[in-house]
């Protein structure tokens, strides 16, 4: 089958036009929350670096408590239902929210993004589901490809239509578009085929067994062992740059914090270039060398943007950082769902992950502290060697010769 083909294949696919459709209005309200938010916290603290990076923490903190209990239930519950149901109670809690304001502190604005990201972790894993039950597998690096590429367009348009909504009509707008956002992905999911009956669906729930036996599910796995290691080390780089990279813009460089939808603007660009790269030659590469390439390129450019003092050096490298990272997203998902059998695949996203947003949060928390300490310099070179070591744990890897599939032969489906 040519690329063409195979495009097309993709595109025509029921499933990949709705979940696109969906992931289109979540990231509308996602962005504008994220800006709006960061905007706001910023203005209400006079710029207090802690409180910028708690925003972070509220958004990353329920994914490591969450995700193996989410990453479970999504192996039970029916996808579909499941996702919809998630976007249901997130408009909810806007209204919640916009209630709480009303009459409250302005600091239930960090609510808004706990309860998302709560919620997410029930979400993300069932769309997982999905992609695996609708997609062919031969698809499945391309659809991650276009899932990829989505999200940089929205690099591009979405902290500007975030900064213009929250300058032109304020937070209380903000957050009610959210709200909308998530009944319209709500509306997209409906047009999804309908959900079969899952396994143990009915059972009482014995998540602690289940979870149990999903973590001797990756120990079987030689490259789920190692992805791994890889989440844990890369979500320690992220973590310190995640809240300061506004510093970055506004220190380093001496730009006005306006300049933060430039840089995204830089990124998105280069993202979109690198999601439709990725979509025509993503069939050629293995997803572990597309991964371990676009990691070390991620860590040395991390590094190099914090030592940069020029502007036009800084957005180079943040466009060649733009360029290759897609293809961190797209290996990480192909490797993981080409290598786990679909019955226990909630359940090694949900194991998996917290490795990455756990090491991640923690990070976080020090960011602000440590910038203060030490050097928003000391900072970002760190977090490229954190990101660089998780490469190592991927070299291994290349000497795998077939057989990824995770062996689970002696493994029960419910323990």
Known sequence: MNAKASASSLLSN???????????????GIWVRNIAILLYVKKMTHDDAFAVSMISVAEYAPIFVFSFVGGTFADRWRPKRTMVSCDLLSAASIVAILLAMMFGSWKIVFFA???SSILSQFSQPAGLKLFKLHVPEHLLQKGMSAYQTLFAVFMIFGPVVGMYVYQTYGIETAISIMGIAFLLSAASLSFLPRDRKMDGEGEKAR???DIKAGVRYIRSSVILRNL????????????????????LITERLGRPESDLQWFSLINGIAMIIGGVAAMSFSSKVSPQKLLTFSMAAVGLTTAAMGLSTNYAVTLALQFFSGLVFPCVN???NTLMMQNTEESFLGRVNGILSPLFTGSMVVTMMFSGIAKNAFSLVAVFILAGMFILAGVLALIPLFKVKGGLKAKAADLPDRV
């Open 14 to 28: 029921r499933f990949v036009q709705v979940i696109l459709m969906s992931t289109l209005f979540l990231q509308i």
């Open 113 to 115: 993004t706990f309860v």
């Open 207 to 209: 998540v602690w067994e």
């Open 228 to 247: 791994g290691g890889a989440f844990f080390a890369v979500g320690l780089g992220f973590g310190l740059i995640q809240p300061l990279s506004i510093f």
């Open 330 to 332: 797209i290996g990480i």
